[in-house]
Nanobody, 122 residues
């Protein structure tokens, strides 16, 4: 079965860059039918889509993050990463890496990582 695992620091200081990595195992990483997403959930709030990277390496980001967000991948390691710069306390959230399945309509998020808590504080 496919497994996704987030990793990275749980505490980041304001104005610095939040960096997380998702490692994918148990399934194909490079497929035209899969895209790889980051979704977060601040305390007491709903899920917020951040962005995605597809088979071709194209990225698509939520306008909410403007120029602060960057998603990249390393196909040799079956990993994709999130960088969020200039963080503030309202970036505190549980961050999830998620597979987006594109093979058939309706498209769906079929596999989720367990999530990792990131706190932005000095």
């Amino acid at each position: 079965q496919v497994q996704l695992q987030e990793s990275g620091p749980g505490l980041v200081k304001p104005s610095q860059t939040l960096s997380l990595t998702c490692t994918v195992s148990g399934g194909s990483f490079t497929s035209i039918y899969y895209a790889w997403s980051w979704i977060r959930q601040p305390p007491g709030k709903g899920l917020e889509w951040m962005g995605v990277i597809d088979y071709h390496g194209n990225t698509y980001y939520s306008p909410s993050f403007k120029s602060r967000i960057s998603i990249s991948r390393d196909t040799s390691k079956n990993q994709f990463s999130l960088q969020l710069s200039s963080v503030a306390p309202d970036d505190t959230a549980t961050y999830y890496c998620v597979r987006f399945l594109l093979e058939d309509l309706p498209y769906e998020y079929d596999y989720w990582g367990q999530g990792t808590q990131v706190t932005v504080s000095s």
